[in-house]
């Protein structure tokens, strides 16, 4: 609201009396200033290009990951922007977050250099040869997206001959969408794949009764 505005007042005498409502906005009556918002749909594109150039040359990179024999260079900030899994790391009271190499167990090499790339990038192809590997890998680091792209890959790759494969690795990682759908394939096909004898499933892991 403003007050005792005497008649000729305007810029900011009158604006330095509004005490109530937007600060930026002037009274009713006085001329609005020109503004332009603008939002680039190029700045985090081209900063994602720069910081993986960073990344390449090993500059201002403060983590080595250790991966089997495998060591990847990166950025602290980087990866927890885009994994809950290292930003409790870095940011909590865990030894990694002094360390300059920390060790990850339990995933595989190529998969995590991958998810290191869409951290960067945000590009990644799953395809056969990678997603047995992907996918836990994915689920590890708590990369929910990456997890649901895995998913949706198998989902396309159902076939009699895998189903039973696929359904128990759904199960293996808690895929639940994936799970109910490759239950409902197998029922749906139950005698097609009980009369198939031919090819290979792409998800070799033995179904558990």
Not at 151 to 173: M, V, W, Y
Not at 178 to 195: C, M, V, Y
């Amino acid at each position: 609201m403003c007050t005792n505005i005497r008649p000729g007042e305007t810029g900011m005498d009158v604006t330095s009396r509004c005490t109530l409502g937007d600060p930026n906005k002037l009274p009713e009556g006085v001329p609005q200033p020109a503004r332009m918002p603008y939002i680039s749909d190029k700045h985090p594109r081209q900063t994602l290009e720069v910081i993986n150039l960073l990344r390449k040359h090993r500059e201002l990179c403060d983590v080595v990951l250790v991966v089997g024999a495998k060591k990847i260079y990166a950025h602290r900030v980087i990866l927890s922007a885009c994994s809950p899994y290292f930003r409790a790391m870095f940011t909590g009271e865990l030894a990694e977050s002094r360390q300059t190499e920390v060790v990850i167990r339990d995933i595989d090499e190529r998969a995590m250099e991958l998810l290191i790339d869409f951290a960067y990038t945000s590009q990644i192809t799953v395809e056969e040869g990678n997603v047995q590997t992907l996918l836990p890998a994915a689920c590890l680091l708590q990369l929910a997206e990456i997890q649901e792209a895995c998913c949706e890959f198998l989902k396309r790759q159902l076939d009699p001959s895998n189903c039973l494969g696929i359904r128990a690795f759904a199960d293996t990682h808690s895929c639940r969408e994936l799970l109910r759908i490759a239950d409902k394939f197998t029922q749906h096909n139950f005698q097609e794949f009980h009369s198939s004898t031919h090819g290979l499933p792409i998800i070799p892991v033995p179904f558990a009764e």
